[in-house]
């Protein structure tokens, strides 16, 4: 059982196929589910799984979360894209990583389609709290996704 972050290698080839909508308010629903240290998610993930998944508390919910999409941008020749943080309140739970996963595209006959894991680097735990993933600022070195050439 690993969690490796990485950019899904199914996003990859997604993406040139056009089949992921990064557009504010518009786009695609993403959301992100988290995981426990049992879990396998790696750059071969192709789709949102419930093995492993942590269970229901408070506003977490199977399947996790809706993320609130902030589009796209471009700055030094590296376009990205961004979430908003997210929280779960008054949950009781431990995480060892995340998958984000588009719930809107439907490549085929699946609508979770995976598109990066989170390897939070060690199990995080809330007792009674608030559970929130922090994005990294949306900078051409720092965002989550980018692509550049």
């Known amino acids: 059982m690993a969690i490796t972050q990485a950019v899904c290698n199914s ?3 997604e993406i040139l196929k056009g089949l992921h909508n990064f557009t504010a308010t518009t786009g695609n629903t993403f959301k992100l ?19 492993d998944e942590v269970g229901a ?10 993320l609130v999409n902030a589009g796209t941008s ?7 894209a961004d979430f908003a943080n ?12 995340a998958l984000i996963y588009n719930t809107t595209t439907g490549s085929g006959s699946s609508t979770t389609d995976a598109v990066c894991v989170l390897d939070f680097g060690g199990d995080k ?8 993933i922090q994005f990294p ?6 965002a989550l996704l980018r692509i550049s050439g």
């Open 57 to 66: 508390s408070g506003t977490y919910a199977a399947g996790g979360g809706a």
């Open 86 to 97: 997210l929280s779960f309140t008054g949950v009781t739970l431990t995480a060892r990583g």
């Open 11 to 13: 996003f990859k080839v």
């Open 125 to 132: 735990t809330a007792t009674s709290g608030t559970f929130t």
């Open 33 to 51: 589910a988290l995981y426990d240290n049992e879990a396998t998610l790696s750059k071969s993930t192709t789709a949102f799984q419930q093995t």
């Open 137 to 142: 600022a949306a900078t051409s070195t720092a």
């Open 74 to 80: 471009m700055t030094a020749g590296v376009a990205r």
